[in-house]
Every structure is written in C-alpha cells, then in structure tokens.
C-alpha cells in the first residue's frame, strides 16, 4: 500500500523503526508469529505459534487496541489511539514498514467487505471517521460525531452500512456509508462493546459488558429480540468457523461462552481462565482458540476439542488485539 508522502515519517525514522527489534535474530525474522499488542507498554510482542515461546518486542505508539490486516494481505495496521497514528507492520514477522500520521484517535478500525470503506472509531474523541479506499490510499470522507465513546463496529456484507457501538449511551448506531449519515440510533443496554453479524446479515449479536449477556438485535426492525445470558462482562467475538458456532469473551466472569448462532442459544462455557479474556484468534485447523487476557498480562491458548487452557504466555501489560497470518478465515463482514 503506498502512502501520501505528507503522512509518512522522515526515513531517518522509518530507518529506525525497521532496525528496532528487540531479540529477534535475522533466521527468526523471517518465520509466522502470533502478534500481541500490549496497550499499556505502546508495544507488540511477537510470540512463537508452535512453541508458545515469546521471541521479540516492538515498540508501537501510544496505547495500540486494536488490528486490522489489509484487503490484499501485505500489512496488517497497528491503530496507536493516544498516538494518533497507523503502524503498518509485515502480518508475518512484526517488523514495522511504515506509519500513517494524523489519523486522530483510533480505537477501532475495519475495511468494509467490498475494500471502497476505511472506518476508525474514535472512543477518546466521540466521533467515527470515514476514509475512501482506493486499494492504495485512504482519504478521508467525512468525519461523524458519535456521542458516547464509539468503540466497536461491524459491517454488512453489501457494505450499504456499518454498525458501532456507543458504550457511554448503551447505544448502537448505523452509519450510511455512501452518505456517511447516521441512520438511526437503538438502546440496547449498559455498555455495549463487541459486535457480530449472523450470516446472512439477519441479525446483530452485541456483547453487553456492563451485563451478563449477548443482545440479539433485528437490525431491519431496529429492536432487541433477544438476551441469550453468558457471563459478566460480555465483551467480544471470534466465529468458529464451522457454519453453527460463534464464541464469546466474559470479561468479569473470565470465561468464554460458547454460542449456537443458528439457534441463538448459549451451547456451554470455557472455565478455568485467567483474568479479563477479551480479544481471540483462531487457529487454521480450527483446532486452537488464542485469547488475550488483559488483567493477567498474558495470552492463552485454548484446545477446543476439550475446551480447556492448555498453555500461556507472558507478555506485556494490558494485551489487547491479537493476530495471526495462520488463521481460520473470518466471516467478511467483522473486522479483527
């Protein structure tokens, strides 16, 4: 992906950047690792995927949340919220390519599935911010006050319009991408956080951090239709992959609930965590549930043909966002 040149920093820096790794050796550079962003620490640590063993360090901005790979799979974008930039970083070794300065605040990030949309949230300023996408560059489309500390997002597969959460307001909103207008706004209760489209964009599963459940949102309608009861602290998604099962992160209770999304059912519960689990990634045999565990300064792993915590990792304070190139696919709509 090129960048305007008046985003890039001076290459005495970007020099700096590329040679900054900490105790990785040239052999090691080149191998897959697992990326952990550790929001309290402005760095990533990069962890072994086989041997669970963490291999280096990189210093990133100020408090990175959250990732994002890039729609043709070269970069995956570091979002340095306090910082106010986007550290793009090879997806394989962690090695840092290049940074985008003056992107103001951003939390959460997505590319629509059609690649024309690039979307950051803004939980520290109140607004969201819609980029155009040409496949090279972002430019920006319109800027979209959304009180109260906007935070996650979704999409639908059209990519007609994307979904956030206002934790401060208990609301989610719809925002219209080709008008960049808010469409309409629904409570759905005490702070809204992670979201997930059912295939088929029929319904808005929302994890309820503030409570102890998922709320089920008819979007077409705009009403709750359903709580299915998880765990406190409901929090974030990753599919499964398996065309029945989604899981979900408690970040109070410290489990994961395990959900039927054909049924909209709770199916059973991961126990036994550490503290505060809250972002995952899943493995490409669809076998390994890696899950950041942001009270506990440490990444788990968990083997899913028994549902138990077979290892962790240490890594730094507050990890967060998580990513791995050797993943089980994604459904298009959610962003990582």
């Not at 500390?149 to 080709?178: C, K, N, W, Y």
């Not at 929302?206 to 409901?234: F, L, N, S």
């Not at 083997?303 to 890594?315: F, H, Q, S």
């Amino acid at each position: 992906m090129s960048l305007p040149i008046a985003f890039i920093k001076g290459a005495g820096a970007c020099a700096a950047l590329l040679c900054g790794m900490v105790g990785l050796t040239p052999s090691a550079a080149a191998a897959d690792y697992v990326i952990v962003l550790d929001s309290g620490e402005a760095r990533l640590t990069l962890v072994d995927q086989a041997t669970h063993h963490v291999v280096g360090t990189q210093p990133t901005g100020k408090e990175p949340h959250h990732l994002m790979i890039t729609p043709d799979g070269r970069s995956l974008i570091v979002a340095d919220s306090v910082s106010n930039d986007l550290m793009f970083v090879d997806p394989h070794s962690g090695k840092v390519q290049r940074r985008l300065e003056d992107v103001e605040d951003p939390y959460q990030l997505g590319f629509s599935p059609d690649h024309r949309w690039f979307v950051t949230a803004g939980l520290r300023l109140n607004r969201v911010d819609i980029y155009r996408y040409d496949g090279q560059n972002i430019a920006p489309a319109k800027r979209v006050p959304l009180a109260k500390t906007p935070s996650h997002m979704t999409f639908t597969s059209d990519s007609s319009t994307v979904f956030v959460t206002l934790q401060g307001t208990g609301e989610v909103a719809a925002i219209d991408l080709r008008s960049q207008a808010v469409l309409w706004k629904l409570h759905v209760g005490n702070t809204p956080a992670g979201l997930w489209m059912t295939p088929g964009d029929r319904y808005l599963l929302i994890g309820m951090t503030g409570e102890d459940d998922v709320a089920v949102v008819d979007w077409h309608k705009q009403q709750v239709v359903k709580r299915v009861q998880t765990g406190r602290g409901a929090h974030n998604f990753r599919n499964l992959d398996d065309d029945q099962h989604v899981a979900v992160s408690n970040r109070v209770d410290s489990t994961i609930s395990i959900l039927d999304y054909n049924t909209l059912t709770k199916v059973g519960d991961i126990t036994g965590l550490m503290p505060g689990p809250d972002d995952m990634e899943l493995s490409a045999d669809r076998r390994y549930l890696w899950v950041t565990f942001r009270f506990a300064r440490h990444v788990g792993i968990i083997d899913l043909n028994t549902r138990k915590l077979i290892d962790t990792v240490a890594v730094g304070r507050s990890p967060h966002g998580l990513y791995f190139a050797d993943r089980a696919p994604v459904y298009a709509p959610n962003p990582d």
